[in-house]
């Protein structure tokens, strides 16, 4: 069964510093990959996906993720963090031959921003 | 647009009573999903809809039974609530199975 693993429960950087939050997931072939933001009392938002293509995709808020085939990962990268991207972030994946249309989250980071 | 709504925002139950959850969405998605979201776990998917009408389980259905009887509308039901459904409820919409998923603001249930 497909997983997603993301290991840093809590992460904190000073506002302006580089960020990179970690996911790595467990499937046999290449998945479809996500990046969501939850903001506090908030659902989901979509930052980015990657399907297919150049490995670097390019999301919403400035965020920009890697899809690593060697590694598994799907790493989340902002250059100059925000106040404002205080939030908890999900990876997830889909299988892309999984006709049950499961995305499987991540257990979530928490980004914490100090001014 | 308001995309998709839930209600109620807020419920408390006693263990034993059963309840509904409304889910909502007005941008004519086929695909519609019932999440719950506990501390370190990420969300799981309850259940699924691939259409009006019909439903599929997900990786957590025990304890719950979902309705599609229109399009826009995904309800969520708990026939006897059991502290171990004590989460925070979400609904989202998608147009394909590929697609984006859209979130509603979610519903946090306490069940005593």
């Known amino acids: 069964a497909q997983s997603v693993t993301q290991p840093d429960i809590h992460i904190t950087v000073s506002e302006g510093a580089s960020l990179e939050l970690r996911c790595n997931y467990s499937?046999?072939?290449?998945?479809?990959l996500f990046w969501y933001v939850q903001s506090p009392g908030q659902g989901l938002q979509l930052l980015l996906k990657?399907?297919?293509?150049?490995?670097l995709v390019q999301g919403i808020k400035g965020f920009e993720a890697e899809f690593k085939r060697s590694q598994s990962s799907f790493n989340l990268r902002k250059p100059s963090v925000h106040w404002s991207d205080a939030a908890e972030y999900f990876c997830a994946v889909i299988a892309n031959n999984n006709a049950g249309n499961m995305l499987t989250f991540g257990g979530g980071t928490r980004l914490m921003v100090k001014p | 647009n308001a995309g998709v709504t839930q209600t109620p925002k807020f419920r408390v139950l006693k263990t034993g009573q059963s309840m509904t959850l409304l889910c909502a969405q007005d941008m004519n998605h086929e695909y519609m999903y019932w999440y719950r979201q506990d501390p370190g776990m990420g969300l799981r998917l309850i259940h699924y809809s691939v259409g009006e009408g019909t439903t599929a389980k997900g990786e957590v259905p025990d304890g719950y039974n979902v309705s599609r009887l229109k399009k826009q509308n995904f309800l969520l039901g708990l026939e006897s609530a059991a502290p171990s459904q004590t989460s925070v409820y979400f609904c989202a919409s998608s147009y394909s199975r590929l697609g984006e998923q859209f979130f509603g603001p979610g519903t946090r249930l306490t069940v005593l």
């Open positions: 990657y399907f297919s293509g150049d490995t």
């Open positions: 499937y046999g072939a290449t998945p479809y």
